[in-house]
């Protein structure tokens, strides 16, 4: 598992698993709330997919989340290639 290196967000833990299966994304989990994958190459609509968890991710949440994907999306895209295909 590596850590998402290009941005932090308080708050949020965001990770890649290695091995991991495409689309390409990263995990996004908010402690005791929620667990969600980010498809970051995606669109914004399409780019959050619902892991898990009890509770209920907010708009604002949902919202940062996808913006700060779309602003590092060839950083993660790299870090991508790194921690999960030079894992395999």
């Known amino acids: 598992m590596g850590k998402v290196d290009c941005f932090y967000i308080e708050g949020i833990d965001c990770w890649f698993y290695s091995q991991e299966h ?3 994304h990263f995990h996004a989990k908010k402690s005791g709330e929620w667990e969600v994958k980010v498809n970051f190459l995606e669109q914004k609509e399409r780019m959050i997919e ?6 209920r991710m907010s708009r604002a949440q949902r919202k940062l989340l996808c913006e700060t994907a779309e ?5 993660l895209l790299k870090e ?6 030079c894992d395999a």
């Open 71 to 75: 602003q590092y999306r060839e950083i």
């Open 22 to 24: 495409e689309p390409v």
């Open 80 to 85: 991508w290639e790194k921690k999960v295909l």
């Open 50 to 55: 619902w892991v898990g968890g009890s509770g």
